[in-house]
């Protein structure tokens, strides 16, 4: 009697298709039964098909560790892009530094340019930043005369030669001290007759600041106000009032002269 084979059970049917499909290239297994690589149930502890022990799934990380990596990520970045600015502003320094002008040494550059024989013209020295240099004359035109003016003499730290030619003048501060100039009046050309020079109001600038001179302080003998000169190719020297400035200045000093009747200041370096 020819014996019938047993059919097989379902279980026996799974047992040799997972053995088959462990066998095929390209199936991932990892997350199997490692024996007959059948896909665990959840909450599994062993292989329902052939009973092997299945080792404990790893745990998946929290969320928490995830999400704290977010902000060490974001702080990253806002120290990169500090450090950037902070590069940036760097180099915009070094290059502003670089382009910065020189330091001021107080003294104003002469701006003006004399005319042909080194005259300078009353309009060209009208601000301090464009005086003539010490010594240089500036035409002045005034009633149909034209007029030369310049600088003779300046005396710095004058207060003992003021006491000694008796000028009362008042002892003056450590920081501070008189200056005494002297102008020249030239009658170039113009009417024939005498000419007195025209009363001068005047002030120096130094450091930047305008100093007028000293209350109640009369110029020494010769006064350059009210000189007189004879008529055309005539000259005449005399003194201006003292003026108390900053000792520090005296040596960058600008006179602004001011004649009566003519309009317009006339601006000469003392220094």
Same mark, same amino acid.
């Given at each position: 009697m020819r014996r019938v084979p047993r059919a097989a059970s379902?279980?026996?049917?799974?047992?040799?298709? *997972?053995?088959?499909?462990?066998?095929?290239?390209?199936?991932?297994?990892?997350?199997? *039964?490692? #024996? *007959?690589?059948?896909? &665990? $149930? &959840?909450?599994? $502890?062993?292989c329902r098909v052939c009973g092997t022990v299945l080792a404990a799934a790893p745990e998946p990380a929290p969320a928490a560790s995830r999400r704290s990596m977010i902000p060490l990520v974001a702080l990253g970045v806002a120290g990169m892009v500090a450090l950037a600015c902070l590069g940036g502003g760097l180099a915009a320094l070094v290059v502003a530094a670089g382009r910065a002008?020189?330091?001021?040494?107080?003294?104003?550059?002469?701006?003006?340019?004399? =005319?042909?024989?080194?005259?300078?013209?009353?309009?060209? #020295? $009208?601000?301090?930043?464009s005086a003539a240099p010490l010594g240089a004359p500036v035409r002045v035109r005034a009633q149909g005369r034209e007029l030369l003016i310049s600088v003779v003499s300046v005396q710095h730290d004058a207060f003992a030669e003021l006491a000694r030619l008796g000028i009362p003048v008042a002892l003056p501060d450590p920081a501070f001290d008189y200056v005494l100039i002297k102008l020249r009046l030239q009658y170039v050309s113009g009417p024939p007759g005498a000419f007195m020079v025209p009363l001068t109001t005047h002030e120096v600038m130094a450091q930047g600041?305008?100093?007028?001179?000293?209350?109640?302080?009369?110029?020494?003998?010769?006064?350059? =106000?009210?000189?007189?000169?004879?008529?055309?190719? =005539? =000259?005449?020297?005399?003194?201006?009032?003292?003026?108390?400035? &900053?000792?520090?200045?005296?040596?960058?000093?600008?006179?602004?002269?001011?004649?009566?009747?003519? &309009?317009?200041?006339?601006?000469?370096?003392?220094?």
């Amino acid at each position: 009697m020819r014996r019938v084979p047993r059919a097989a059970s379902k279980g026996e049917h799974e047992a040799t298709a *997972c053995a088959k499909l462990k066998e095929m290239p390209g199936i991932d297994t990892s997350a199997r *039964c490692p #024996v *007959c690589v059948t896909v &665990p $149930r &959840p909450g599994d $502890r062993a292989c329902r098909v052939c009973g092997t022990v299945l080792a404990a799934a790893p745990e998946p990380a929290p969320a928490a560790s995830r999400r704290s990596m977010i902000p060490l990520v974001a702080l990253g970045v806002a120290g990169m892009v500090a450090l950037a600015c902070l590069g940036g502003g760097l180099a915009a320094l070094v290059v502003a530094a670089g382009r910065a002008d020189p330091p001021a040494s107080g003294l104003l550059q002469p701006t003006s340019t004399p =005319s042909p024989g080194g005259i300078f013209e009353a309009s060209e #020295v $009208r601000t301090p930043y464009s005086a003539a240099p010490l010594g240089a004359p500036v035409r002045v035109r005034a009633q149909g005369r034209e007029l030369l003016i310049s600088v003779v003499s300046v005396q710095h730290d004058a207060f003992a030669e003021l006491a000694r030619l008796g000028i009362p003048v008042a002892l003056p501060d450590p920081a501070f001290d008189y200056v005494l100039i002297k102008l020249r009046l030239q009658y170039v050309s113009g009417p024939p007759g005498a000419f007195m020079v025209p009363l001068t109001t005047h002030e120096v600038m130094a450091q930047g600041q305008t100093w007028g001179r000293t209350a109640l302080a009369p110029a020494p003998a010769p006064a350059f =106000s009210g000189g007189m000169l004879p008529g055309p190719g =005539s =000259s005449y020297e005399g003194f201006l009032p003292p003026a108390l400035i &900053p000792k520090a200045g005296q040596a960058e000093a600008i006179l602004a002269l001011q004649f009566q009747g003519i &309009p317009g200041e006339i601006w000469l370096r003392l220094g």
